[in-house]
C-alpha cells in the first residue's frame, strides 16, 4: 500500500504525458507474472485510480496495456469500455474479458458509436449480433454485415431483411450471404416495392398497372426461389409466405405448373394441417378421389380443385414419361371455353394462360439462341 500511496502522491505532479507512460507500465506489470498477490493487487487499486485521470491519455495507455490479455480487471475494462470514443473502442474491439452480455448492455445503453464498435467486434458472437440488428441503425447493421467474422444467425439475417431491407446497400450486402428462402423472398419485396415507388415508373404507368406488374413479379421471383430451396427450409419459406398472404390459389397453381413439386407438397401440408409425409404420398401415388379431397382441406375451392387435380396428374404424366411438357397449354385445353364467365376458375385459368404464354416467349428465346449458335 505504500507503493500505492507514493504513485498516487507522484501522480498529483507529474505530467500527463509521464502519466500515460506510468500507466502503460503499470498495467503490463499487472498482467505479468513477476508481481506477488499484494503487488498486484496494490496495482489495481493504482489503475482504478487512473480511470479518473483527467488526461484521456493516461487512460488510453492504460486500455491499450489491458485490452488483449484475459487477465485483465474485469471492473477497469468495463469502465474504459464506456470511455471516450477512442479508448472504448481499444477495449470493446478485442478484449477478451467483455462478454455478450457486457456487448448486449453496451450496445442497450451505448450511443451509435458504441454499437458501431460492437458490430464490428472480430468474432461478434451471434447473441451481441442480434442485439445490435434489433436495436441499431441502419449505418451499425452495414458494419456488422461487413464483419465477415460476426456470427449472424438466421433469424438475424430475417430480422435485417425486414427492418433495412430497403437500403439498396444493405440488400447488396445481405446478397453476399447464405440466406434463408424467406430473407431472399423478403429482399425481392423490397425491390419490387423500392422499382413501384420509383419516379421513372410512375411516370410511365398506371397506379393499378404498377400494382399488377408488381404482384406478378414477385409471384414469379417466388416461385424461382421455391424451386431451388433446401428441402429443410421449405417449411419457413411456406410459413413465411402464407403470413405475406402470399398461398393464393394462382400461386399455388404457378408453382405446379413450373413443376416445383416438392415446394407445393410443402404448401399443402402447411395449409392442410396433415403431415407432410402423407401429403407427398397422396400426390405422388394416390387416386383422383384422394387427391381432390386432399386438396379441399387445404382450403381450395371445390371447383378450382378440379383444375388442381388435373394439374397434379398432369405433371405425374410428364414426370413418368421424362420428357418436357406444358400443363399449363394442356390445362388449357381441358378446362378453357369460349365465353367463360368472371369466376375463380376463370381466373386461376387467366393465371394459367400467362404461365403458357411465358413458357412460349422462353421456347422461343432458346430457340433463337440455339439457331444463332449454330450459325
Known sequence: MVIVQAFLRWTATA???????????????????????????????????LLDDPSPRVRLALAEALAGSPEAPRAIILALAEDQ?????????????????????????????????????????????????????ENDVTILLENESAVIGRPTLRRIAERFGQSADIRRLLLDRDLPADVRHLLVHHVTAALSGSSLVRATMAAKRIEHVGREAGNAAAVVIAGGVPHEEIPDLVEHLRGAGRLTPAFLI????????????????????LEDRRVRAILATGRMHAVRALLESAGLGRDIAVVFVDAVFLRRQEEAAETPGSVSALLLERFRRPGMPASPVSELLDMVEKLQRAEMRSTARSYADDAYLAA
Do not use: W
Open 85 to 137: 470514443p477512442e479508448i472504448s473502442c481499444t477495449v470493446i474491439s478485442c478484449s477478451p474479458v467483455i462478454t455478450e452480455t457486457d456487448l448486449i448492455a453496451l450496445a442497450g445503453r451505448g450511443d451509435r458509436l458504441i454499437r458501431g464498435f460492437i458490430a464490428a467486434r472480430p468474432q461478434l458472437s451471434r447473441g451481441a449480433a442480434a442485439a445490435i440488428v434489433e436495436i441499431g441503425e
Open 15 to 49: 505530467r500527463a504525458s509521464e502519466r500515460a507512460k506510468a500507466a502503460g507500465a503499470l498495467g503490463r506489470a499487472y498482467l505479468s507474472a513477476t508481481l506477488g498477490r499484494e503487488e498486484q493487487h496494490a496495482a489495481a487499486l493504482a489503475m482504478t485510480y
Open 254 to 273: 404457378h408453382a405446379l405448373c413450373a413443376g416445383k413439386i416438392d415446394f407445393f407438397a410443402g404448401a399443402i401440408a402447411n395449409l392442410s394441417g
